[in-house]
């Protein structure tokens, strides 16, 4: 036999393919490598903190003059909001219109909150210089007074801590990547191997709700990964995996198989890295922090987050995404199997006429 060929399993020879398509497709692959090393790279190596809420509590000059402090050093960093008192800022920290807060006055405090995660960084870092400048306006004023000058002191509280099962927030970051990989896995698999877009629904439908009570059970039960009210999590977690393997199923329905790759390709390569995962939304650049909390992955992790440690903060939006891309996924699979009904209908009714002529012909 010509070493050109090979003989295939079903008895037929198969030409070999091409040296010269052998190696396009070869070097042709590596592009797949560098777009995911480029996806998953990307955030951290632009990561550039920028619009990090605080809010300010103080006199009035003192507050004016903290707030042109921090834009002139902070560079843009921080988003400067005056508040009329402690507790106004606690409860803006809690529902997360501030991510941390700077008390003037006789006992300065600076409020932070470690559930932030990343971003609460940016904030803490803040007690050095707010130290210093505190000391120095005391001198100040005691060389202007002729008095000794005072012992100010900066108090650091953190207001939101992470729990004492997770006191670095390793295990909440842990908990998001299960989440995505679990709807990708379970769209494509039902997808692939369930026939019949009613019954991928349902499939779907228990997929979703059983793995949200099961990843629910782990990370919270178990490993103590998230907090919080143990259903609403179970809801956040199925409507995740849920918004993530719908669309999948739905573009199935309207273009086959090749609808699978909307999984990987969307949700893991351009979603993911734009999800505030990782990193907050605060330190990608431009727009794409906002822009990822509007595709499941962003929405769920910001979702998980404040339901594991800021109650009190309005999740209506993640809540509306979410729902959002599962209804857009139920919606194209029953276009897609509409269209399919009413293409086999025709396709029958014309075997039909075909059928019936050829019958009229012959008699």
């Known amino acids: 036999m010509s070493d050109t060929t090979t003989e295939s399993p079903s008895g037929a020879d198969r030409p070999h393919t091409p040296i010269l398509r052998t190696l396009a497709i070869a070097t042709g692959l590596t592009a797949i490598i560098a777009v995911i090393v480029l996806a998953f790279s990307w955030p951290a190596v632009t990561a550039d903190p920028d619009d990090v809420t605080i809010a300010v509590v103080g006199p009035e000059a003192a507050v004016s003059a903290i707030e ?9 960093v921080f988003d400067i909001t005056a508040v009329d008192d402690r507790d106004e800022a606690v409860e803006g920290i809690e529902e997360r219109d501030y991510f941390g807060a700077i008390i003037l006055g006789p006992e300065p405090e600076l409020l932070t909150a470690s559930a932030n995660g990343a971003v609460n960084e940016v904030v803490a870092q803040l007690a050095t210089p707010l130290q210093t400048a505190l000391t120095a306006q005391a001198q100040a004023a005691a060389e202007a007074s002729g008095q000794a000058a005072p012992n100010v002191t900066l108090t650091v509280t953190d207001i939101v801590p992470f729990s004492e099962d997770d006191p670095n ?3 909440l970051s842990s908990a998001f ?3 995505l990989l679990g709807g990708i896995i379970g769209g494509v698999t039902i997808a692939t191997l369930i026939v019949g877009s009613v019954r991928r629904i349902l499939a779907v439908t228990v997929y979703s709700a059983v793995g949200g009570v099961v990843l629910t059970s782990i990370l919270q039960g178990w490993f103590g990964s998230i907090q919080g009210e143990f259903w609403l999590n179970v809801g956040a977690f199925s409507m995740t995996i849920a918004a993530i393997a719908t669309p999948m199923i739905g573009f199935v329905a309207l273009i086959g ?5 909307v999984g990987p390709v969307v949700m893991m390569l351009f979603a993911n890295p734009i999800s505030g995962a990782a990193l907050p939304p605060q330190f990608l650049p431009g727009s794409w922090g906002e822009i990822g909390q509007w595709f499941p992955p962003g929405a769920a992790a910001t979702l998980v987050r404040e339901l594991s440690y800021f109650p009190n903060a309005d999740m209506t ?8 891309w599962v209804v857009g996924g139920l919606i194209l699979t029953l276009v897609g199997h509409f269209r399919t009904t009413i293409t086999e209908n025709r396709a029958d009714s014309t075997a039909e006429k075909t059928s019936s002529r050829e019958a009229t012909v012959t008699a």
């Open 68 to 76: 042109t402090q921090l834009t002139k050093e902070g560079d843009g």
């Open 169 to 171: 927030g390793s295990l």
């Open 177 to 179: 990547f299960p989440m």
């Open 257 to 261: 198989r090749a609808g699978t790759a």
């Open 317 to 324: 939006f993640p809540w509306l995404v979410l729902t959002g």
